[in-house]
């Protein structure tokens, strides 16, 4: 397999980084999966069989109770020049989502190639490419019971016409592919996502 640059490393690429990454000794076989917690976002994190993801999960989730979790969200060049930036953090506070961590950026075409790698073969990959490099985003790490849905549900369905009332993209959404927000649409993507763009000492 031809080798491709870190930024351009994609979500199938998270059992490799993870094994990569695993100074635990920790497996994650069924043995071990017996002996945590198993709450429905560690059976979750069980899926990945990779050891920085159970370690992940079970630092956030304290190894057992509450199903917490955290999802990666852009406000993307439109909602940024639009000026949405207040009123979407507003809504994630609201809805008590806590921001774990936060910074302004203006991608790369690597990066945002890389981001949306698992898209590289659809058709409108290269204008969602130019869209997302077109101006800053704003990337956060939300945290809260439940997280990636709910975020999913409060952003509304990726194009606007199908969206539901009071959903972000139906609120300010222009198109399908100009939709103001992205969100981790699960749990092995949001830590792909989150460990793309933030280190562990920018995540508070
Ligand atoms: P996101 O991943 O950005 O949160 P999503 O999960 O709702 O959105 P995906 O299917 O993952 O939707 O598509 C990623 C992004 O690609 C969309 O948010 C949108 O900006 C763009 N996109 C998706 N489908 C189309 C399309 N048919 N035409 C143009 N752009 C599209
Ligand atoms: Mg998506």
């Given at each position: 397999?031809?080798?491709?640059?870190f930024t351009?490393l994609g979500r199938q690429d998270i059992t490799f980084i993870g094994v990569s990454a695993d100074h635990t000794g920790v497996t994650g076989s069924?043995?071990e999966?017996?002996?945590?917690?198993?709450?429905?976002?560690?059976?979750?994190c069980m899926?990945s069989h990779t050891n920085l993801y159970l370690s992940y999960c079970l630092t956030l989730?304290?190894?057992?109770?509450?199903?917490?979790?955290r999802?990666?969200?852009?406000?993307?060049?439109?909602?940024?020049?639009?000026?949405?930036?207040?009123?979407?953090?507003?809504?994630?506070?609201?809805?008590?989502?806590?921001?774990?961590?936060?910074?302004?950026?203006?991608?790369?075409?690597?990066?945002?190639?890389?981001?949306?790698?698992?898209?590289?073969?659809?058709?409108?990959?290269?204008?969602?490419?130019?869209?997302?490099?077109?101006?800053?985003?704003?990337?956060?790490?939300?945290?809260?019971?439940?997280?990636?849905?709910?975020?999913?549900?409060?952003?509304?369905?990726?194009?606007?016409?199908?969206?539901?009332?009071?959903?972000?993209?139906?609120?300010?959404?222009?198109?399908?592919?100009?939709?103001?927000?992205?969100?981790?649409?699960?749990p092995e993507s949001a830590m792909f996502e989150i460990n793309y763009f933030f280190s562990g000492i920018e995540i508070?």
């Amino acid at each position: 397999m031809p080798q491709r640059p870190f930024t351009m490393l994609g979500r199938q690429d998270i059992t490799f980084i993870g094994v990569s990454a695993d100074h635990t000794g920790v497996t994650g076989s069924n043995t071990e999966n017996d002996a945590v917690d198993q709450t429905q976002s560690t059976r979750m994190c069980m899926g990945s069989h990779t050891n920085l993801y159970l370690s992940y999960c079970l630092t956030l989730n304290g190894g057992k109770g509450k199903s917490m979790e955290r999802s990666l969200s852009i406000i993307k060049p439109d909602g940024v020049s639009k000026r949405l930036v207040g009123e979407v953090i507003r809504i994630f506070e609201d809805v008590g989502f806590r921001i774990a961590a936060m910074k302004m950026k203006k991608l790369s075409r690597e990066e945002a190639q890389g981001f949306y790698y698992v898209h590289r073969e659809r058709p409108f990959f290269g204008e969602l490419v130019e869209f997302m490099i077109s101006g800053p985003v704003v990337l956060m790490v939300l945290e809260g019971e439940d997280v990636i849905m709910r975020n999913r549900e409060i952003m509304g369905a990726t194009d606007p016409a199908e969206a539901a009332e009071g959903t972000i993209r139906k609120r300010w959404a222009d198109s399908k592919q100009n939709n103001i927000v992205h969100g981790s649409d699960g749990p092995e993507s949001a830590m792909f996502e989150i460990n793309y763009f933030f280190s562990g000492i920018e995540i508070f």
